[in-house]
Every structure is written in C-alpha cells, then in structure tokens.
C-alpha cells in the first residue's frame, strides 16, 4: 500500500479484526450514557457554543446533521461550505433516517438521557470576521456537564432555533455562551441566524411527511414565519 498516494482520497482509513487488541473488552458494550454529545461547527457564528437539547429537538438535529466542512478535512476544501448529512453519516445509512432518529428518541425517554449541541465553530462573526471558538472553552463545558455542574443554572432559550443556552459556566467568559452577545452588530446576527435557520428548514422539507409532531416541533421556531 502507497501511504503517499492521494489519487483517490486524502483520508485514509483501514480496519483489522478486534482480536488484534491484546485488552479489548469482550462483548464491546458500553453502559447507557448520562449525556450524549452532537457535534457541529457551524460557520455562521451564530449557534451557541453549547446548548441543552429537548427529546424533540434531538430526533431533529440528529436528522439535520449540521456542520460545516473546513479546510484540511476534505480535499478542495479552502473555506467553510455549509452541509446537512442525516444523522451525521447519510452515506452509510441502510434505512431511512427517521427510523434512527425515533429509535434515538426512544432510547432518550427510557434512560433519562441528555443531549447537548456543542458548536465548536465560529463566535462573533461569521468565517473571516468571528474567531474560532477555543479549545479550552469546549473543554471546560464538556467537564461541566459530565461533572453535573449545569444542574444548579439557569438557561434561557435562543430566540430563533429555540436552543436552551446555561447563562454561565466555569472557565468559559458568559458572553460567549448567548452568541449573539458575541457580534458587534448584533442586527447582523439576526440576518445569519434567520438565513441558517431558513437553510434547515429548506433541507427538513424531505423529512417532514415521515417525522412526527415532536420532531417537527424540534426545529428553528420561526419556521412557519420562514415558509
């Protein structure tokens, strides 16, 4: 195998049998999580860096699979391009992706579980303008929520997507969880927000006449005023 050859993909990948693990864990099972974690870069600015998700909005956002592509994870890629992948992996989903997103939500209501959006793109401004999000902030919410530290806090709702954001969290400055406390103009942000949330909605119009009340009611909270 030619390690350096690029002619068909950048991204390399190869698999091996388990067995191969001298301390793999036999069967690979892990327990029932407390939290699940969606991870988006959304390159607008205009997502919290992190948000509590209802069951609802989960089955959603699964279905969306929001991100960005950005340099260095694609070949041609050279700047953020907007995507929608159904639940972060379309290419390889054998059943239509509804049937994952209500198994999802059943297994959510049976184990209490939580789910969190974490934004690890842009805060302030769009690509170009904003600044990429630190690490060190990401961090220190994923410890906060691992370690309970969220339980004690308030939240208030995102006007647009209607995402509950914590007013505060250790290690993070309060002004970067609101993202719209982040932008200078904040008239501009409004305009991105709207414009992202109109790009949900345009690409859940094939989801919707196989998705419930509850996963409808998932998504941006203007999108009637969008259609």
Not at 39 to 56: N, R
Not at 110 to 130: F, P
Request: aromatic residues 12%.
């Amino acid at each position: 195998m030619d390690y350096d050859n690029i002619s068909v993909t950048e991204n390399t990948r190869a698999a091996y049998p388990i067995d191969f693990i001298d301390n793999a864990v036999h069967p690979s099972i892990g327990k029932t999580p407390n939290n699940i974690f969606f991870l988006t870069c959304d390159a607008f600015g205009v997502l919290p860096p992190i948000s509590k998700l209802s069951v609802g909005q989960a089955m959603y956002h699964f279905i969306s699979g929001y991100t960005a592509k950005v340099a260095g994870t694609e070949a041609g890629i050279t700047e953020p391009q907007t995507t929608f992948s159904a639940c972060f992996g379309k290419p390889f989903l054998p059943l239509h992706p509804t049937q994952y997103a209500d198994l999802l939500g059943k297994k959510l209501k049976e184990n209490n579980i939580k789910v969190w959006l974490i934004n690890t793109g842009w805060s302030g401004g769009t690509y170009g303008k904003g600044e990429r999000i630190k690490l060190a902030f990401t961090r220190s919410m994923i410890s906060a929520v691992l370690e309970n530290k969220f339980e004690n806090v308030d939240f208030v709702r995102d006007a647009v997507f209607g995402l509950q954001m914590p007013v505060e969290c250790e290690g993070v400055p309060s002004e970067i969880l609101n993202p719209k406390n982040t932008w200078d103009d904040q008239s501009a942000y409004d305009e991105k927000a709207l414009h992202l949330a109109e790009q949900f909605v345009q690409n859940f119009k094939s989801f919707e006449p196989f998705a419930d009340e509850e996963i409808l009611n998932g998504g941006p909270i203007i999108q009637n005023k969008i259609k």
